[in-house]
Nanobody, 128 residues
């Protein structure tokens, strides 16, 4: 059974930091592209970042709104662990954050519709 479980969300003041984690299990995700998306109330789900597998050439990519503040990383030693280090958080970063996986690189990699596996989300709230 495929499972993707996020953790690490919470309430933080503006300028603070959080680290989100996602554990992906149930199949071998080590060759998958892994991504983070977020969705604020009343808004569409939006791309945050993706990272390719260690043996590929997919460049790690960030949304302009988080570039320089967020860092994505992964550990495929056992199950695939996906992380999102978030620094200098802003109130506009408030959203539910979701990890996602897609089996191939290329195409519309910032489009959430191209990801086949999703976690249940973790809430991040940044107070001003």
């Amino acid at each position: 059974q495929v499972m993707m479980v996020e953790s690490g969300g919470g309430l933080v003041q503006a300028g603070g930091s959080l680290r989100l984690s996602c554990t992906a299990s149930g199949r071998t995700f080590s060759s998958y592209v892994m991504g983070w998306f977020r969705q604020a109330p009343g808004k569409e789900r939006e791309f945050v970042s993706y990272i390719g597998w260690s043996g590929g050439t997919t460049p790690t990519t960030y949304a302009d709104s988080v570039k320089g503040r967020f860092t994505i990383s992964r550990d495929d030693t056992k199950n695939t662990l996906l992380y999102l280090h978030m620094n200098n958080l802003k109130p506009e970063d408030t959203a539910s954050y979701y990890c996602a996986a897609r089996a191939y690189s290329g195409g519309r990699m910032m489009d959430p519709a191209t990801y086949g596996h999703w976690g249940q989300g973790t809430q991040v709230t940044v107070s001003s």
